[in-house]
């Protein structure tokens, strides 16, 4: 069965560091670009980073350059996102999306809260 999963979320306070983590299951991110995307509640999902898995290449949305980090494990077939000096409009759902139009997979997401 091919799943992505996410997992690290979790409450954390604001100034503080959070890693998430991508995995693939049953496919490997090869010939993918793996996002991360978050949605808040009543708010539209947005674009945070991705990261081209063939050539390294990373887009940063501008919120959270500076602050977060995409990166990927090839050994692992893993893909993470290291969030530092988080702020409370960080909080949202965090969802991992392997894109690769049309074949794109998505996983169920992991919630980030972030408190003042």
């Known amino acids: 069965e091919v799943q992505v999963v996410e997992s690290g979320g979790g409450s954390v306070q604001a100034g503080g560091s959070l890693r998430l983590s991508c995995a693939a299951s049953g496919f490997s991110f090869d010939g993918f670009a793996i996002g991360w995307f978050r949605q808040a509640p009543g708010k539209e999902r947005e674009g945070v980073s991705c990261v081209s898995w063939r050539d390294g290449s990373t887009y940063y949305a501008d919120d959270v350059k500076g602050r977060f980090t995409i990166s990927i494990d090839k050994n692992r077939n893993m893909v993470y996102l290291q969030m530092n000096n988080v702020k409370p409009e960080d909080t949202a759902l965090y969802y991992c999306?392997?894109?690769?139009?049309?074949?794109?997979?998505w996983g169920q997401g992991t919630q980030v809260t972030v408190s003042s």
């Open positions: 999306g392997a894109l690769a139009d049309p074949e794109d997979y």
